[in-house]
C-alpha cells in the first residue's frame, strides 16, 4: 500500500522528492502517514478535501481487496 499511495501523492505534486510515507501498525490497522512540501500540500487535499478523499477511497479499495484495514494520514 505504501508503494500505491506514494505513486500517487508523487503525480500529483510539483516536488516529488518532497514527497515522503512512513508505515505504521496500529494492532491490525496499517496507519501511513504522508507528509509533503508546504507549498503542494493544497494540490494533495484539493478542494474540500476532494483529493484527500478520492485517495483515501482507492486505498481503502486496494486494502480491501487483501481483507486489511489501511488508514491514509495527511500531515504538514
Request: proline share 1%; no cysteine; charged share 35%.
Amino acid at each position: 500500500m505504501k508503494e500505491l499511495v506514494e505513486v500517487i501523492i508523487k503525480a500529483l505534486v510539483d516536488n516529488p522528492e518532497g514527497v515522503t510515507v512512513t508505515e505504521k501498525q496500529d494492532g491490525r490497522t496499517t496507519v501511513l502517514e504522508v507528509r509533503v512540501a508546504d507549498g503542494d500540500m493544497g494540490k494533495v487535499i484539493g478542494k474540500q478535501g476532494r483529493i484527500a478523499k478520492a485517495i483515501r477511497s482507492v486505498v481503502k479499495a486496494a486494502a480491501a481487496r487483501d481483507d486489511k484495514r489501511v488508514v491514509v494520514d495527511i500531515i504538514q
